[in-house]
């Protein structure tokens, strides 16, 4: 079902790009069915090309202060361990180096949504979680009443996320290899439970 789904979408890019080459992608798909097969010199050949494209992609799309030098090579590192090992899924739809940048695309955009998220996290917990009176104990501890009322409202396992992310300051991959999860799911949960959090402190704003 999913091949009839991209049959179907690179016939219609082909209706609008007739420079498209479908030759070209049965080559790069013949060269790594080979490889499979333990033919390694030629599709080394391909992957260094395709690799060549990739890191230009990457620097372009990178060059921000939302990444630094670490960054862009730990993306390049991820997409090339990724578009060798799981070779077998390139399907020749596209080019290979084409497959390959869309691997570096996502591995673009999953870091441009966990930092964007840290950097909201960061602003959130110090505009609602962290009284400015802290010489004050009666207002700490008012403060600290009305962060363990806010947070009673989430699920155990929410609750948990929330509070390592903004107390502890620990990573969406620190806490998924605690409670064995994706760092996927645990961001879906945080930004889920930080929605729910806002709601209620709109709700709670609206009745002062």
């Not at 049965?26 to 030629?42: Q, S």
């Not at 921000?64 to 030098?69: A, E």
């Not at 390592?164 to 889920?192: H, R």
Request: hydrophobic content about 40%.
């Amino acid at each position: 079902m999913k091949d009839i789904k991209w049959k179907k979408r690179l016939e219609k890019l082909m209706e609008k790009y007739p420079s498209i080459n479908r030759q070209k992608h049965l080559e790069d798909l013949h060269i790594c069915e080979n490889y499979l097969l333990g033919n390694t010199d030629v599709f080394m050949k391909l992957f260094e090309a395709s690799r060549y494209k990739t890191l230009s992609y990457v620097c372009k799309n990178t060059w921000n202060k939302l990444f630094n030098l670490q960054d862009r090579e730990d993306i390049v590192a991820e997409t090339e361990s990724t578009a060798i090992m799981k070779v077998h899924m390139f399907r020749g739809w596209s080019r290979y180096s084409t497959w390959m940048i869309g691997i570096a695309r996502n591995r673009i955009l999953s870091l441009v949504k966990k930092k964007t998220l840290m950097i909201e996290t960061d602003a959130y917990a110090e505009n609602t979680f962290y009284s400015k009176a802290t010489d004050d104990p009666i207002a700490l501890w008012e403060s600290n009443q009305y962060v363990s009322g806010l947070l009673g409202h989430l699920s155990g396992e929410d609750r948990s996320i929330v509070v390592d992310i903004i107390f502890y300051q620990k990573s969406f991959e620190i806490i998924a290899n605690e409670k064995n999860l994706s760092a996927n799911i645990v961001i879906t949960q945080y930004e889920k439970a930080i929605e729910r959090l806002k709601s209620i402190i709109l709700c709670k704003s609206r009745d002062l």
